[in-house]
């Protein structure tokens, strides 16, 4: 039974990922038919986090009562219909109504998954399931590039992954047989707590305070890594936009890795793993009159050492705040999570038109002491892994 459901949440980790980059590599041609500015791009993803913070904080109350499995293929199937819905709008206007489906879809389901992963496997797994959400997030650009080249226009790019949504929420709605059979064998929930009762776990502030300053770290360094290679180091555009690519590769290479090794260091050690290897990576990226190598070196070491972070905290989430309170505290992590993606990139825009894009590893240095010391002092309170 667990194979199977295994095999299935691969997929659905996928299919997470599959929708978060479509604006993005869209939006250029998006624009341009639209015929609105570059920087609406961005009240889109704003109205997409908002909505994904409000699932995420409701995912706990969702699940209790109505199960992983249908959340998770409800939420897949709400997902396809907003970007079927994107495929359909015949302005910017239907785009901003399309995007409250777009991320409620997204932030229940993340929640969800990423607790029923927590409880019922290992660090192995959760590293390897983050690895496939890259491969969701990497495919759908070559997508969307691909409608682009054969003149189909940007909604053939939403509509043929809202194709795949749909096929995924088939086979979802089909297993779910196989999560309540899981469920039942999990036992009785304990009661639900409040949202005050749950800031009051011991520990819970300063974790959160890790998740909101990693997710800032981390959404800033991709979005802004092209921009940095080009006016800073004096590399081509087209090449800053392929060379940003070894972020991500670190990524995804990264979580592929950490899911060896995870099981043998525990979840804390692979934190300060990642943790040192961000801090060293800075370094590489900062340091004056070396060749551009080396700071692509530190952009590919970067992303290395993002990659065990987030899954080994949402993996460690049952042991530091107990099983019974676990979906609820996940819940509130990727709330803190999706604020700190969605606001922490654009506030360094603007810092940066003010300083300059050399800024960039020294906000981003700034995001991992604040990580740093927040686990540390996580730790100290929370029970010994």
Known sequence: MFSILMVIIYVAFISLGLPDSLIGS??????TALGVPTSYAGILTMMISGNTIISSLLSDRLTRRFGTGLVTATSVLTTAVALFGFSLAPSFAWLVVWTVPYGLGAGAVDAALNNYVALHYKGRQM????????????????????ALTHKMGWTAGYRLIGIAQLVLTVVLFASLPLWQRSTAQAGPAAAKLSFRQLLGLRGLRQQLTTFLAYCSLEATAGIWAATYLAQA???????????????YLGVMG????????????????MIWLGSSLILTSLVLIVLPGLPVTVTLAGLLMLG??????????IHETPTNFGAANSQAVIGVQMAFAYVGSTFAPPIFGVLAGIVGIGLYPYYILAFTAVMVAAVWWGNRLLPAA
């Open 26 to 31: 869209g939006w250029p041609a998006m624009h």
């Open 127 to 146: 590293n390897w399931l983050h690895c496939f959400w890259g491969v969701g997030a990497s495919i759908s650009p070559y997508v969307m590039s691909f």
């Open 233 to 247: 180091r004096g590399v081509g555009i087209s090449a800053a936009a392929r060379y940003a690519s070894l972020y």
């Open 304 to 313: 290395l050492g993002c990659a065990p972070i987030y899954p080994t905290i």
């Open 254 to 269: 990264g979580r592929f890795v950490a899911g060896i090794i995870a099981d043998r260091l525990g979840d804390r050690r």
